[in-house]
């Protein structure tokens, strides 16, 4: 599980050092992905569990077959480097709106990246969704 969140920026060729804790249950290469907002950094593994999961939810008819295509086309491979690092493509950084200040914080599955300003303009929001979650029944879904 990844929680916590920390605080990074990128440096001048749009490298990240991902933070030890997460590296260790990350493995050597990771898959990067347009996560709304944010970008997602998945493990092989978590990576497939979500790819098998998209695609049950396209065969179900749950989901809009071209789901698939457009989650496939937005992630890249990366490896990460002896120095903990990953380089961000331009395209993934446009989209994440990344400039220099991040926040790589961990969502339990997988690790984001957001834009610093941008996730500290929503963590009130996401603060006051955990209590209330907590208010109506002790558990969040």
Do not use: C
């Amino acid at each position: 599980m990844f929680v916590n969140h920390y605080e990074h920026s990128l440096d001048s060729k749009n490298r990240l050092v991902l933070p030890a804790k997460f590296r260790s249950k990350l493995g050597e290469r990771v898959y990067l992905a347009q996560q709304g907002s944010s970008l997602g950094v998945y493990s092989e593994a978590a990576f497939a569990e979500t790819t098998q999961r998209l695609l049950d939810q396209v065969r179900s008819g749950e989901t809009d077959p071209q789901a698939r295509l457009a989650f496939a086309a937005s992630t890249v491979e990366i490896d990460i480097d002896s120095a903990g690092r990953i380089t961000i493509p331009q395209r993934l950084r446009e989209i994440a709106n990344l400039t220099g200040d991040v926040i790589v914080a961990g969502a339990l599955t997988h690790v984001e990246i957001w834009d610093r300003e941008a996730y500290e303009s929503m963590e009130a929001t996401l603060n006051n969704v955990v209590q209330e979650q907590f208010k109506a029944g002790g558990t969040i879904n």
